[in-house]
């Protein structure tokens, strides 16, 4: 078991849906990040949040909307999508901000935009 | 601009050993990750390096030098379930990860 778990793991919406995504970290992590995953891309860093505060921005569309209730929480709230948006979403934890902290993973959303 | 660049694809034979080279261009260093993901999976976390020289583990190994902005992650006596995409990332001055794209590792019976 990973420890950090998304939902849905899959999703298809049309452009002018509005949908979210959950993700739940179990591993009492006091940072967690949202990545967009492409094909043959490297992952883009989209939003950090370290204990509940928002902390990067990394120039993401104002179509996505974060949320981070608790440390243990983060969604990403998606709005009037664009078929470029068709990625994977992986959501990660990090438990500090020692050297040697690793993030662990979730398995993803995979979206696809109509 | 900050670059990491390693192969798109690379072939072994079941059995074999393969070695993957990462190499990068940041504005600092603090410490390289390598990371395997399957297809459909999460990146799942397989070594760290900060300081020059050959970190083992198991069937694997990472390998960096930072003067010369290179390292590798050696993969000996391969099995089919290492068939796989494996990240290289550095963490920068600023603390934030510069992932690669992945090299996709395919393992040939």
């Known amino acids: 078991e990973t420890g950090v778990t998304q939902t849905p793991r899959h999703l298809v919406m049309g452009m002018t849906n509005k949908k979210s995504l959950k993700c739940e970290q179990h591993l009492g992590h006091n940072a967690m990040y949202w990545y967009k995953q492409s094909a043959k891309k490297p992952l883009e860093l989209m939003f950090v949040y370290n204990f509940k505060e928002q902390t990067e921005n990394n120039s993401v569309p104002s179509r996505f909307s974060p949320e981070c209730p608790n440390s243990s929480h983060l969604f990403l709230h998606l709005h009037t999508l664009q078929p470029e948006d068709s990625a994977l979403y992986l959501c990660a934890s990090r438990q500090g901000l020692a050297d040697t902290d690793t993030q662990y993973f979730g398995p993803g959303t995979r979206l696809t935009v109509l | 601009g900050q670059n990491i660049d390693q192969p798109t694809e690379m072939t072994a034979t079941e059995g074999a050993i393969v070695q993957i080279n990462c190499t990068y261009q940041t504005s600092g260093f603090n410490g390289l990750f390598w990371y395997q993901q399957h297809a459909g999976e999460a990146p799942t976390f397989l070594s760290y390096?900060?300081l020059d020289g050959l970190e083992e583990k198991g069937r694997f190994s990472s390998f960096l030098s930072r003067s010369k902005g290179y390292s590798y992650l050696l993969l000996k006596e391969l099995q089919m379930k290492d068939s796989a995409s494996y990240l290289c990332?550095?963490?920068?001055?600023?603390?934030?990860?510069?992932w690669g794209a992945g090299t996709k590792l395919i393992i040939k019976p």
């Open positions: 990332a550095v963490r920068d001055s600023n603390y934030q990860l510069i």
């Open positions: 390096n900060v």
